[in-house]
């Protein structure tokens, strides 16, 4: 799932909780209206109340009290009134008697809130209006045209005002206050479209790229054009870390550096080391003289014609000096023989092998691993007529074939004890007779193909 931005989840979280709290607000405002709305209306009925109560004991004591259906209608007609009456408490009805049709009469509920002492309103959203009854206590004033104690109750005026104007008033506020938010809202959220563009996104997409910059042109980012102090301090931190890795990275170039310069002598003085252990059997016989490192030399080229990659080149040319390493066991009289040995003598110097097979075999290391399979197999053949195993094809390690064949071509090149060089022609004719006998036949074929050049190089490496 694709990851969403930086932008898209602050505005989206602001949203959340700007709505949220839009709803709150606007519940709030619209319940304060409300409450407002409501304490108005009350407020002026109580004074409506308040008039009609002056206005009825003027009346009473004008005597025109038939004369008072005239003034309630004068005040419905000013002050939006629906409906006036007039109730006459127990006290007033004892006095006076029952109320007339003008009035309203009193019943138990009336008698009940009458009872209270408190104005009772009841508001009626759906017809909008709305009800209210006052209450009517005595007092000394009152005592001069009543005769009952002070704080009775004398009466109520019973009061339905319409309030369909409020109600207009109240929701076109709302309205005003929603469409207020709603732009405050818009107002939000571009601003901080905004300040997440300049201040966030800009800033890091920005410090990203000059990272990269900073670590592979090895510059320091200007830390001074970030606004925001946080992008400033990453900025600083991207630098110290750079160049804390800058340091490293030399070190660690310099420490490589230092470690392939001892491989390589490492791997020079076991090269060195490997050819001279090879030239301890030449030490003994003048007529083998250079032969440990021609063969050496031709079988890492030869190697490489045949298609081995570097590690197996590498590899040959190392081990491959110590592949007569066992002919340290043989006695000089036998390895010295000028004339044709018996076959006593002959089986003694195949034993060759196996002894430097016995001296290479318990390492672990690859090299003397490969070094001891060519000390033992370099006398195979490939038809399986060899020894010391009788070994054939691929079951002759590939390291032990090639030297094989760059022994015999270098032995049939040089004078032995036992012989005269062989001419070139003589060579040529050996291996074209022995291709898939004793050679492996593209072993064969790279060395003819490369004869003259093979020639050369043994005839250089002789002198």
Not at 199 to 214: C, Q, V
Request: include cysteine.
């Amino acid at each position: 799932m694709e990851k969403r931005s930086i932008k898209v989840i602050t505005v989206t979280r602001l949203l959340q909780v700007f709505i949220v709290a839009t709803l709150v607000i606007v519940s709030i405002v619209l319940l304060s209206y409300r409450s407002f709305f409501q304490f108005i209306v009350e407020n002026k009925i109580h004074s409506i109340s308040e008039i009609i109560k002056a206005g009825l004991t003027s009346h009473m004591k004008a005597g025109i009290m038939d004369k008072r259906d005239y003034f309630l209608d004068e005040i419905s007609s000013v002050h939006d009134i629906k409906t006036i009456k007039i109730i006459r408490g127990d006290a007033v009805i004892k006095e006076y008697g029952e109320s007339t049709l003008s009035e309203k009469k009193l019943n138990n509920n009336l008698r009940a809130i009458l009872e209270k002492k408190e104005v009772y309103v009841e508001w009626k959203d759906m017809q909008s209006s709305v009800k209210s009854v006052v209450p009517y206590i005595a007092n000394s004033n009152c005592l001069q045209c009543h005769h009952v104690k002070e704080g009775t109750v004398l009466g109520a005026v019973d009061i339905e005002m319409k309030i369909d104007a409020y109600q207009i008033f109240v929701i076109k506020n709302s309205y005003v206050i929603i469409a207020a938010l709603l732009l405050f809202a818009l107002v939000v959220v571009f601003n901080m479209f905004h300040v997440i563009e300049r201040y966030i996104s800009r800033p890091l997409l920005g410090i990203i790229d000059e990272t990269k910059d900073a670590y592979f042109l090895h510059k320091n980012i200007d830390s001074s054009k970030y606004e925001s102090r946080e992008f400033e301090d990453v900025a600083l931190s991207v630098n110290s870390f750079n160049k804390t890795v800058i340091e490293k990275e030399n070190e660690l170039i310099y420490k490589n550096r230092q470690l392939q310069l001892l491989n390589e002598e490492i791997e020079s003085t076991l090269k060195e080391t490997m050819l001279m252990i090879g030239k301890i059997e030449e030490i003994r016989s003048s007529s083998t003289s250079r032969h440990t490192k021609r063969v050496a030399i031709l079988s890492t080229i030869v190697a490489k014609e045949y298609g081995l990659n570097d590690e197996q080149v590498k590899l040959i040319e190392i081990a491959s000096p110590l592949h007569d390493i066992g002919k340290v066991g043989i006695a000089d009289a036998i390895l010295n023989k000028p004339g044709k040995l018996t076959q006593d003598e002959y089986n003694i110097i195949k034993s060759h092998s196996l002894f430097g097979y016995n001296i290479l075999k318990n390492s672990k290391r690859e090299i003397l691993k490969t070094a001891a399979a060519i000390a033992y197999e370099h006398h195979e053949r490939y038809d399986g007529t060899g020894y010391p195993q009788g070994l054939k094809d691929e079951e002759i390690s590939v390291y032990a074939r090639i030297v094989a064949i760059v022994d015999v071509f270098d032995t049939l090149l040089s004078r032995r004890v036992y012989k005269e060089a062989w001419p070139i022609e003589d060579v040529i004719a050996f291996f074209k007779e022995q291709r898939g006998k004793q050679f492996e036949p593209k072993l064969v074929d790279i060395l003819l193909e490369n004869i003259d050049k093979y020639a050369r190089l043994h005839r250089d490496l002789s002198i």
